[in-house]
């Protein structure tokens, strides 16, 4: 976690710890992609609503952070998943996510979404 941005030290309150709110951004980020790629790029989920999301602890400035997700239920077109965010083994924030399904080529264009995975990844 950096905080280099200026914008990022003083309008969102505390210096020195990221806004808890991209903690929860990253989590959505982070199960959006793994639904476009275990999908083969054909869907993509939408945040459709936050069942639970509860901060245990604070990230600071400078560290790693560690985000697992994990599918918890599914009732297509509707996805429940759990999210965890932990910063050097403890855990900063946990919950369950609600994602909607969709077509990745309502929101993308043709191969967008693979041409980003491989920028991300250095996949060829």
């Known amino acids: 976690v950096s905080l280099e941005e200026y914008y990022l030290l003083q309008p969102l ?3 020195g710890l990221p806004p808890e709110s991209l903690l929860l951004e ?8 793994l639904v476009a790629a ?3 790029f ?3 989920a939408e945040l459709a ?3 639970r999301f509860a901060f245990h602890s604070e990230a600071r400035a400078g560290q790693v952070l560690q985000i697992d997700a994990r599918v918890a239920a ?8 759990d999210c965890r965010v932990a910063a050097e083994g ?3 924030a946990s919950g369950r996510l609600a994602l909607s399904l969709v077509p990745a080529d ?5 191969g967008e979404l693979e041409e980003l995975w491989r920028e991300i990844h250095g996949a060829t």
């Open 26 to 33: 990253s989590c959505a980020e982070l199960a959006r992609w």
């Open 74 to 81: 599914m009732s297509a077109p509707r996805l429940s998943v």
């Open 90 to 92: 403890e855990t900063v």
């Open 13 to 15: 309150g505390r210096e």
């Open 42 to 44: 054909k869907s993509v």
């Open 49 to 51: 609503g936050i069942e």
């Open 106 to 110: 309502g929101a993308f264009r043709a």
């Open 38 to 40: 275990s999908s083969a």
